[in-house]
Every structure is written in C-alpha cells, then in structure tokens.
C-alpha cells in the first residue's frame, strides 16, 4: 500500500468533532515502555498501516501502537488508560469493512498481534482455547492436523484474528453448515475499561447459570472492553468436499436452485453462495481469475462435505443432472480435486479484493427475504445511471446475505447522498438488516435505528456507560451516543 492512496483523515472527510479525552503525553509513553517494554510503536511509518483500513477509506493519526502478548498485560494497558482518560482503539487484523478497526483520532491502537497462542486442544471435544490474537488460517491449519476444522471462514483469513472475527460477530462462508459464532463460542475471556477480568473462558456445551455475558462481547466491536481469549467448539474435518459452480439466466432460477440444494443435498450441503456477472467481471479483470463458465448473468457456488467420499459424489451428480434437466442451470461444472475446488472458491472469496481494486467502494451487507436480495442491485442500478462505475451484487445465498457493492473511481458525497438512505430505507421496508456480518463501526453507527427500535438502542447505551463510563472504548462506533 502506497502513501499515495492514502484516504483524507477520517475527521476532515467526515467532519467529526473529537471527544474530550486526554492527549498522550511522554510520560504516557514512559509508562507503557515500562509495562511491555520493546513493544511500544511510535514511529509514524510503523504506524501508518494501523490507522488506515484495509479498504483505505478512513485515516486516524493515532501516535502511540501498544502489543501486549498477555492478558495481564491488557489489564495493566486498559487499567492506566482509564485513569487517565486515554481513548483506545483494540485492533486484530484490521480488516474490518465499516471503518471500526483504527482510531477516528489520536486514540491509542492496541493490537492482538503477539497475543497468538493456542493455550489447549481437546481432541476428544473439539473445544479449542486460544488467545484473541491466532490468525483464523493458522488456527484452521493447526486443527487440520488434529483432524478438525475451524467452525467460520471467510476471505479475510490469513490476516483476521479470531478476536476480531469474535468482536464483529463475522459470519463468512460456513455458517450455513455450522451457524453463527453465538452457537459455536463456548467460553470468553475480556478486559474491561477498567482493568478487571471478565473470565467466562470455560468449554462447556451447556451452561445456564445467568446471564450469559459472553454474548455481550460477541459483535461488541471493542466499544467494551478487548477479548483476551476464547474457547470456540470445532467440527470434524470433513473427509470429502465437492463444490459444483452453476450458470443461470435469471436471478428466479439461483432460489429455484438453493430450494432444490436443500432438498437434494440435505444434511451435505455446507455452503450455497451466489454472484453475479459483474462480479466475476472484477475477479476477471483485476485479478485475471479465469471463469469456467462465462456469459451467464448468475453462478451459484455449491460445496458439500460429509464423511463418505463416494456416496456426496454421486449425490452431488444427481443434483447437478436434475438441475440441468429442469433447465434452471445454463452451465455447471464440479470440483472434486483440491486444486479446481480452491480455483472455484477463489472467483467468489477475492471479489472484495478485486472491487477495492476497482476503485472507491460504497459497501452494503445485507440481510432480507431471500427472494428480495437481487432486487435492491437491480434498483440501484438504475437509480445511479452512469454515476457508478460498476454496481455488484453477490452474497450468502443460504443466510440471505446480500453484498452490494457500488465502486466510483473516487469518493463523492453526491453519489454517497444517492446512496443513503435510499438502500436502508430500501432495507428496512423488506424488513432487512442493514448489517448482516460486517458490524456498524464508524460507517454505519447512525443508522443503526434502521434496525433496531429506540428502545432496544437505549438499552446498549445503558450497558456502554456501565461497563464503559468514561467512554474510552473505541468512541465515535457502533452505539450513538446518548444525548
Ligand atoms: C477480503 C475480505 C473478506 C471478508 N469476508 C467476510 C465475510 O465473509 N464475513 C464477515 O463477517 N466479514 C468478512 N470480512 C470482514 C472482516 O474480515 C471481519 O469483520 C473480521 O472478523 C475482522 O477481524 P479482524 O481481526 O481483522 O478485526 P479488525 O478489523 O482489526 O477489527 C474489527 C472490529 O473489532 C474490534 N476488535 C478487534 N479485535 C478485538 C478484540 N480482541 N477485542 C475487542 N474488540 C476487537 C475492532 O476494534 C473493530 O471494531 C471480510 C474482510 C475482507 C477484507
């Protein structure tokens, strides 16, 4: 990434006002030098890549990185920051999609980059306790090898932390098969403001002793404290994976499609994506990815994983003759070998790389009735005209999960005002969330009463300010603030 690309800071773009916090001061940096002392940033270089995001449309100048390795450490870090009124940003990969992941000012990064060690495997369970900073493809790696998989996986894995996917509730491309985090996290363990230990890190199936308050912290987007540790139920390694990769005409025919997956692909099915042409235009075209079934105007991605190599195979092959028979499918072809199954996934995980590539992106998650999802594209299109360079829609086909994507070849705040509210009202009159998986970070905090009602937003405001008086946990995110 090049200085040159760098987006105008986040205040100046988007005229926010800075809190009343303390400024870092020498003395601050002493301090921290003698808690984890080698592991304080304040070179502006280092710094840089921590205070833009991965898309590189929002810029802090935070001026001080800390990299605690244990959560002692985060105790003693959060613990002074409070005292003094510092704000702080937690920081895994820093791949998040809505501008939560750096400072919106001079707010102290504190990163999980060191924090990355398996604490305990159980081989018998499959409950995995790690630290918040294990990069998800190493910790898929490490289960491989005991036979067992991560329950989530998503495009960003080979940098995302498992705290960052914990904190933004990630959802990504197995939930249909495994379901959501707040199924599969067994136990957590956070920080909070203030320096105490919230430790609910057991690996239990079943726990009904209170509230359970590891829920509070899952999707938190670090605005109450910095997850330590977890402990996260994993499932067997699949022993056969097949994907078939469909073309269709209309957007009927992909639901036509996913009804009759489930139906034919029963208890196998473990992932049902779908994109459209556009999309496989930015895979093509930035990435020089080759689609093996182009001029189609919808593919459908379908992975299966059982335990019986053969018999997935032939089902997989019926479906596919069924599908073809019905003249739902234009095209298909299927991957049964590793090197064509991760060819196929590749045109459906890097289109988010290919659209940054493309240029600016206004990004949407959507979730809304499956039957709604192509719609809200084809409106969008017609709405911008030729003010968009390209409109894209893709998603979790089986989670009715819309991504919808809009790149310009700049940031404008004409097209941004076309844009909003008309996707969320869009959103919300087909009963829709106006974030599926990607959180509400900076970008989209104020919009979050498209979602949910007054009260339920007082609700969280009330538990922010209990756990978080001061309000140093990542200000100017997810909760708007009470009035
Ligand atoms: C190519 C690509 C594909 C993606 N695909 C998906 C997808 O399929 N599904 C999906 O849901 N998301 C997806 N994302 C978004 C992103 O990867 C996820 O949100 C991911 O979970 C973020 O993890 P991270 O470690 O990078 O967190 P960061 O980006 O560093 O942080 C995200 C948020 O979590 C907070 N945070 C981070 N670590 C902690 C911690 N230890 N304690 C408390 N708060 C913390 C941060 O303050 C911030 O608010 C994708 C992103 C990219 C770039």
């Known amino acids: 990434m090049s200085q040159a690309t760098d987006p105008p800071l986040t205040e100046l773009r988007y005229n926010v006002k800075r809190l009343p916090f303390a400024d870092v001061t020498e003395e601050d940096v002493r301090h921290f030098q003698n808690i984890i002392p080698g592991r304080v940033i304040t070179d502006e270089s280092d710094l840089r890549p921590h205070n833009v995001d991965w898309l590189r449309t929002v810029k802090g100048h935070s001026k001080v990185l800390l990299k605690p390795r244990t959560t002692q450490e985060v105790v003693k870090i959060l613990k002074y920051c409070n005292e003094r009124c510092l704000?702080?940003?937690p920081q895994g990969g820093n791949t998040g999609l809505v501008g939560g992941s750096v400072p919106v000012f001079d707010e102290i990064i504190v990163s999980t980059a060191l924090m990355d060690r398996v604490i305990k495997f159980d081989e018998i369970s499959g409950a995995l306790v790690c630290q918040a900073g294990c990069i998800l493809e190493s910790l898929n790696e490490y289960l491989e090898e005991r036979g067992y998989i991560m329950p989530l996986d998503l495009g960003a894995k080979g940098s995302c932390h498992i705290g960052g996917n914990l904190a933004t509730n990630a959802g990504g491309l197995r939930l249909l098969r495994y379901g959501p985090l707040r199924g599969t996290v067994l136990g957590l363990e956070a920080v909070l403001p203030d320096g105490s230990v919230m430790n609910c890190l057991n690996s239990l199936r079943k726990d009904n002793t209170g509230y359970d308050l590891k829920q509070l912290f899952i999707g938190?987007?670090?605005?109450?404290?910095?997850?330590?540790?977890?402990?996260?139920?994993?499932?067997?390694?699949?022993?056969?994976?097949?994907?078939?990769?469909?073309?269709?005409?209309?957007?009927?025919?992909?639901?036509?499609?996913?009804t009759m997956c489930r139906d034919q692909l029963g208890e196998i099915l473990s992932a049902?994506?779908?994109?459209?042409?556009?999309?496989?235009?930015?895979?093509?075209?930035?990435?020089?990815?080759i689609n093996p079934l182009p001029?189609?105007?919808?593919?459908?991605?379908?992975?299966?994983?059982g335990s019986y190599g053969k018999h997935d195979e032939a089902k997989l092959n019926r479906f596919l003759e069924n599908?073809?028979?019905?003249?739902?499918?234009?095209?298909?072809?299927?991957?049964?070998?590793?090197?064509?199954?991760?060819?196929?996934?590749?045109?459906?995980e890097r289109i988010t790389e290919a659209l940054a590539l493309d240029g600016y992106v206004y990004k949407y998650d959507l979730s809304m009735p499956v039957e709604k999802l192509y719609a809200l594209v084809e409106e969008t299109r017609?709405?911008?005209?030729?003010?968009?360079k390209s409109?894209?829609?893709?998603?979790?086909?089986?989670?009715?999960?819309?991504?919808?994507?809009?790149t310009a070849k700049s940031h404008s705040n004409s097209l941004q005002s076309l844009l909003e509210p008309f996707v969320y009202d869009w959103t919300a009159k087909h009963n829709g969330s106006i974030s599926a998986e990607h959180g509400l970070?900076?970008?989209?905090?104020?919009?979050i009463y498209y979602s949910k009602s007054m009260g339920a937003v007082h609700l969280m405001q009330q538990i922010k300010r209990m756990l978080d008086p001061k309000g140093i946990m990542n200000p100017y995110k997810t909760i708007p603030p009470m009035d």
């Open 87 to 89: 704000a702080v940003t």
């Open 220 to 258: 938190s987007e670090g605005t109450l404290g910095i997850i330590t540790a977890l402990s996260i139920m994993c499932p067997r390694k699949p022993r056969a994976v097949n994907v078939a990769f469909l073309g269709c005409e209309y957007f009927s025919q992909v639901l036509q499609i996913f």
């Open 272 to 289: 049902c994506e779908f994109m459209d042409a556009e999309s496989m235009r930015m895979v093509q075209m930035h990435l020089n990815l």
């Open 295 to 305: 001029d189609n105007a919808f593919y459908v991605l379908v992975e299966t994983s």
């Open 323 to 348: 599908a073809v028979d019905s003249g739902l499918v234009t095209s298909g072809t299927v991957g049964t070998d590793q090197t064509k199954i991760m060819g196929i996934w590749a045109l459906r």
């Open 382 to 388: 017609v709405l911008l005209g030729a003010y968009a």
């Open 391 to 406: 409109v894209v829609g893709y998603g979790h086909l089986g989670d009715g999960n819309l991504h919808l994507n809009i």
């Open 441 to 447: 970070g900076f970008k989209k905090r104020d919009h």
